[in-house]
C-alpha cells in the first residue's frame, strides 16, 4: 500500500485531493442526495451509509419523502464504495443480487420494497467549484476525525420516478443536491445539519454541517457553511481562525452567523418539532443501526449575504432540510413520543408514515 493509500484510509485528503473516491480503511462513508421540486412542494431524501464492522461490510439505507410523510430505512448486509470515483451500492434484493441502493454521479436507484422505489438521472450539474479543499476545509488533511463532510453537488436538475408508499411521483428538472460524510465509528457526539433549495434564484444553494469534530487529542466544535450564490458563486466558510461560523441550534432553531474573506453570511431557520423524522445512524462496530437524528425534510429558512458590508442577496426558501442529531436526545425524543426505539426502521415523529 502506498504512502497516500495509507493517509487516505485514515480519513484525511491533500489539498487538490478527490475526495470523491472511497476512503478504504474508515469504519463509515455515508452519501445522501435531496430531491426538490418546489413546483409541487415535494422533497425526497436518500442515504446510502456504507459500513465496516467485525462481520464485514454492510449498508445503512433509507428513503423519504415530503408531504406524504413516507420513511422507509434498514441495515442491509454487503455494501461497495467506488475507489476511483464518486460511487456507492448498498445491500442486495431478488435473486440475481442486484443493490438495494445505487447511486453514482449521474443517477440513483433505490428498491427498499415494492412501495419504496426511486429511480433518478441527473444533468445540468453544479458540482463543488473550489479544487483545493472540500466542505471540511482545512480539517480534511488532518487523519483519522470522527467525521469530514463535503457537499460535492451544489445544484442540478433530476428526472424519474419514485414510488412512497400508495403514491407514485414523477419529477422532471427538480433540484437536486448530494453530499459525502464518512469517518470512524459513525457520527460525532452532537451535529447540526442544513440544506436548502426552492429559492426564488433557482440557481440558489446553500449547506451547513457542524459538530464535535475530535481525534483523540483535539476536541472542538466547528460548523462549515457552503452558498452558492444566484449568479453561480460558491463562497465556503467555516475554518475556525480564518473564516469562522457561529452556531446556535436547538431542535426546532437554527442561527448561523459566518465571516471571511470580506463576507459575512447570516441564516436563520426553523421547523415544528412534531414534523421531524427519527433517522437511523450506524455504529459500524456494532453491525446496527440506533436512532439518532432528527431531520426535518422542510422548514422556513432565510440566509443574508453581504461582501465588505454591501448586501449582495438575500434568499427565502420554505423547503429547507434541518437536523439536529445525538444518540441521547434523539432516545429521549423517542421516549417522550411514546415510540418504539427498534431500528432498523425507526418511525418518523409524525403519525401516518
Known amino acids: 500500500m502506498s504512502f497516500l493509500q495509507r493517509y487516505r484510509s485514515t480519513g484525511a485528503d491533500l489539498p487538490f485531493g478527490d475526495l470523491l473516491r472511497a476512503h478504504h480503511g474508515v469504519a463509515m462513508e455515508g452519501y445522501f442526495w435531496r430531491i426538490t421540486d418546489p413546483g409541487t412542494g415535494r422533497v425526497v431524501i436518500a442515504l446510502c451509509g456504507a459500513n465496516q464492522g467485525p462481520r464485514g461490510s454492510w449498508a445503512t439505507v433509507g428513503l423519504a419523502a415530503w408531504p406524504n410523510g413516507f420513511l422507509r430505512t ?5 455494501s461497495w464504495t467506488d475507489p476511483d470515483g464518486l460511487g456507492v451500492k448498498g445491500g442486495t434484493v431478488g435473486r440475481m443480487g442486484s443493490p438495494a441502493f445505487e447511486g453514482d454521479a ?3 436507484r433505490v428498491d427498499l420494497g415494492a412501495d419504496a422505489q426511486l429511480g433518478l438521472e441527473f444533468h445540468d450539474l453544479a458540482p463543488w467549484p473550489h479544487r483545493s479543499l472540500g466542505g471540511s476545509s482545512v480539517f480534511q488533511v488532518v487523519p483519522r476525525l470522527n467525521q469530514y463532510w463535503h457537499p460535492w453537488l451544489l445544484g442540478g436538475k433530476a428526472s424519474g420516478t419514485a414510488i412512497l408508499g400508495g403514491e407514485t411521483w414523477r419529477f422532471e428538472g427538480a433540484q437536486v443536491y448530494a453530499e459525502k460524510n464518512w469517518g470512524r465509528e459513525g457520527f460525532p457526539e452532537a451535529w447540526w445539519w442544513g440544506q436548502a433549495q426552492g429559492f426564488e434564484e433557482p440557481g440558489a444553494c446553500l449547506a451547513f454541517a457542524g459538530g464535535l469534530v475530535t481525534d483523540g487529542r483535539i476536541r472542538v466544535e466547528v460548523t462549515g457553511l457552503a452558498v452558492r450564490l444566484p449568479d453561480g458563486r460558491v463562497i465556503r466558510l467555516g475554518d475556525p481562525v480564518i473564516s469562522p461560523v457561529r452556531a446556535r441550534t436547538r431542535d ?4 448561523l452567523s459566518g465571516r471571511g474573506y470580506g463576507w459575512r453570511i447570516e ?3 426553523t421547523a415544528p418539532l ?3 423524522f427519527v433517522l437511523p ?3 459500524p462496530s456494532e453491525h446496527r443501526n440506533v436512532p439518532g437524528d432528527l431531520e426535518h425534510l422542510v422548514g422556513d429558512l432565510e440566509v443574508r449575504v ?3 458590508g454591501r448586501h449582495v442577496w438575500t434568499g427565502r426558501t420554505s423547503l429547507a432540510a434541518l437536523e439536529h442529531g445525538g444518540l441521547a436526545r434523539a432516545r429521549e425524543e423517542l421516549r417522550r413520543r411514546g415510540l418504539d426505539e427498534t431500528l432498523p426502521s425507526a418511525p418518523p415523529l ?4
Open 274 to 276: 412534531d414534523q421531524a
Open 74 to 78: 434498514d441495515a442491509l448486509d454487503g
Open 306 to 308: 453581504h461582501r465588505f
Open 106 to 108: 449521474d443517477r440513483l
Open 252 to 255: 426546532d432553531q437554527w442561527h
Open 350 to 353: 409524525r403519525s401516518g408514515a
Open 267 to 269: 441564516v436563520d431557520a
Open 281 to 283: 445512524v450506524p455504529l
